[in-house]
């Protein structure tokens, strides 16, 4: 669902960022949790100052997104989603090759679970 105001961009950016609280964030932006609140829900307009701490604190932030909900680059929540989307299909992909090859070849798997000829270090994936 789109992110139509300031307070539910700021919101989602402040999750998403290394900070993970408002109190962490409110800590390095040297501001109150009262008026990160009063952001958030729209009852006070963020200042120049703030904004521009807010750039400077999650510097990844499109700065167009974030102001008006609008931009011509993806904003950071398609990004992460779409990111998601492609781990997740990477991993059903590698999951099936696993599949298919221990199928084709379970009669050739030595005790130590890999192919003679094929000693390698491996990493389990799992979904």
Not at 16 to 40: M, P, V, W, Y
Not at 54 to 60: G, N
Not at 79 to 96: G, H, Q
Not at 114 to 122: I, M, Y
């Amino acid at each position: 669902m789109p992110m139509k105001t300031f307070g539910e961009r700021l919101e989602f950016v402040i999750k998403n960022s290394s900070f993970k609280s408002g109190k962490a964030f409110c800590d390095k932006a040297e501001i109150s949790t009262t008026t990160l609140s009063r952001l958030i829900k729209g009852h006070t307009k963020p200042s120049y100052e703030f904004l521009v701490t807010l750039l400077i604190l999650v510097p990844d932030i499109d700065s167009s997104w974030l102001l008006t909900g609008r931009s011509n680059q993806e904003s950071l929540e398609t990004r992460v989603k779409a990111a998601e989307r492609e781990s997740m299909e990477a991993i059903r992909e590698l999951n099936e090759i696993k599949t298919v090859l221990k199928k084709r070849y379970s009669n050739r798997i030595n005790p130590q679970g890999t192919l003679p000829g094929f000693e390698c270090e491996t990493q389990s994936i799992s979904a």
